[in-house]
């Protein structure tokens, strides 16, 4: 009898940037590059391609979008040293990353050394 390996993987976020950029959006291509040249892409740099490229002002659609986020580990911990980094309370943490207030505790609870 075998056992499977759990295998975890990732998306190619480059490869999916790249092909939204030059199918929709070929003008955003010469201000994404700088952050689609780097080696390893970041759980912020994801987030930033993204806020680039999609970001519409006059989108009220935020809160409906934010539904189908998940967050690993590596996610989570980013996102915490980001505010210790940047000196942020909790509040100003969700509001930077269009979370929840709640969900920014937990993780504070979560990861306490953070």
């Known amino acids: 009898m075998t056992r499977m390996?759990?295998?975890e993987t990732t998306p190619d976020y480059r490869r999916i940037?790249?092909?939204?950029i030059d199918l929709k959006y070929p003008q955003k291509k010469e201000s994404c590059s700088?952050?689609?040249?780097?080696?390893?892409?970041?759980?912020?740099?994801i987030i930033k391609l993204n806020n680039m490229i999609?970001?519409?002002?006059n989108s009220s659609g935020d809160r409906v979008n934010q539904q189908?986020?998940?967050y690993n580990t590596d996610a989570i911990l980013e996102i915490l040293e980001y505010q210790q980094k940047n000196k942020l309370n909790n509040s100003q943490l969700a509001n930077h990353f269009?979370?929840?207030r709640n969900t920014v505790t937990k993780w504070r609870k979560m990861f306490p050394s953070h």
């Open 5 to 7: 390996q759990k295998i």
């Open 17 to 20: 940037f790249e092909d939204i």
């Open 34 to 45: 700088k952050i689609l040249n780097k080696s390893d892409l970041s759980f912020l740099d």
């Open 54 to 57: 999609f970001d519409d002002p």
């Open 68 to 70: 189908y986020r998940s």
């Open 98 to 100: 269009k979370l929840s």
